[in-house]
């Protein structure tokens, strides 16, 4: 980065030396210094803007703007010809028709070309393949994602690698976040910056801070996404929202709520699991357990052995939207209890089904 900003500050410099000392208008050295300034300043601005574009459009751009300059060469030779004059003389009408039409053509050409630049196949040429894959394989962080953590400890395990890309949007928002007057407001924040830390220090993650901002969207999610389609990488959230806005524009999403319910283990109906009965359930012979990953599990006949540890029976495993429910019945006979035989509550499976309902309404 000080690179950069060395030769920029080298190339302004000599650009407005050699404005005031040619000087192509008769203006003074204060005029033509103002003047260099400007110009060096907006060749920079192009600069800048070049750097955040696709390598396809900088060459649908580069081939338009010389189509156009063809077009204007042409078009100029013709104008000339109708003037019966020789080009180079004097600027007057038919001279200012030839300006108009340099610029008009050089500049449709260009934005034509950097339009239709997306429609290129790069990756038909083997030169262009590697940037292209490049691009592809980078993982944009929400603020969301960063707050919570999990994804440096996915990280940190290797199933996340590559560039990791931090817009400096995401940046300001965690900072403001952490600046917060509310204390726990401002504990996320700094947590968040803390995670951002710790994952620059994992050797195979390469974090990326990218200057890209869009002044006409307010929204950050709708920055995210619009900085995913231009970079045509995928963005790691947990948002919800965001999650279905992205897959509607078209954008691919690493859900880590979505990672974390594939990886809590599989049960089976008829399996038997040892848990620990924690509260009371909904109904009157419930009792809840909760897995090492969070699951809940409501198991039947269990209201007794609250603090206690059990084996149970899986009856069923329910998927809703928050993660899995796993239901399960506790059977005293199997595990020493007093009841004698038959004596254990029986229940229909309507009755059954309507407390599943009524224990997923809770969770």
Known sequence: ???????????????????????????????????????????????????????????????GLLSGLLCSALTIYAIAQIGTRPLGTDIGVIGSLEIVTLLVFAYCGAAIGAHKGTLLRLDAFGIFGAETGAREDHKILDTSVIIDGRVADIAETGFLDGVVVIPQFVLHELQMVADSQDSLKRTRGRRGLDILQRIQKIPRIRVQIVDEDFPRIREVDMKLIELASLYKCRIVTNDFNLNKVAHVRGVEVLNINELANAMRPVVLPGETMRVFILKEGKEHTQGVAYLDDGTMVVVDNARRMISKTIDITVTSVLQTTAGKMIFGKFDERVNGGSHPHGSQPQTSQTSGDRRREQAAGEA
């Not at 040619?22 to 203006?27: E, G, I, L, Q």
Request: positive net charge; glycine residues 8%; aromatic residues 12%.
């Open 1 to 63: 980065m000080l690179d950069f900003i060395v030769v920029r500050s080298v190339f302004a410099v000599l650009f407005v030396a050699a404005t005031v000392y040619f000087r192509p208008a008769p203006v003074g050295a204060p005029m033509a210094t103002a003047v260099g300034c400007g110009a060096a300043i907006l060749v920079m601005l192009f600069e800048r803007r070049f750097e955040s574009m696709t390598l396809g459009r900088v060459i649908g751009m580069t081939l």
